[in-house]
């Protein structure tokens, strides 16, 4: 069975800083691009952070830029979001997902719809 499961999430204060890893498994992943989003309560999911198969190209969204780092171990088919500074309105259910259509690309898409596979998610909350 090919899944994503993510794991890292929690309660946080506002400053700190948490890890996300979402492991694959069931098929390699390495050749693919990964993404994370996050769902806000009451709002629609939106683009968080891409990376290219190898790492070499990442794109974030402003709103997180210079805060939150993605990265990959492809040895261990695993991906992670460090996320710094948290604030508030980072609040939501974070989801990694896997775009299968874009085989050793070196651009990722950041359209919700461009992603295959998803994650179930998991929760962090950033209190004030």
């Known amino acids: 069975q090919v899944q994503l499961v993510e794991s890292g999430g929690g309660l946080v204060q506002a400053g700190g800083s948490l890890r996300l890893s979402c492991a694959a498994s069931?098929?390699?992943?390495?050749?693919?691009?990964m993404g994370w989003f996050r769902r806000v309560a009451g709002k629609d999911r939106e683009f968080v952070a891409a990376?290219?198969?190898?790492?070499?190209?990442?794109t974030y969204a402003d709103s997180v830029k210079g805060r939150f780092t993605i990265s990959r171990d492809n040895a261990k088919d695993t991906v992670y979001l460090q996320m710094n500074s948290l604030k508030p309105e980072g609040t939501a259910v974070y989801y990694c997902?896997?775009?299968?259509?874009?085989?050793?690309?070196?651009?990722?898409?950041?359209?919700?719809?461009?992603?295959?596979?998803w994650g179930q998610g998991t929760q962090v909350t950033v209190s004030s």
């Open positions: 997902a896997a775009d299968m259509t874009r085989w050793l690309s070196d651009w990722c898409p950041t359209g919700l719809h461009d992603y295959d596979l």
């Open positions: 069931g098929r390699a992943f390495s050749t693919y691009c």
């Open positions: 990376l290219t198969w190898n790492g070499a190209k990442t």
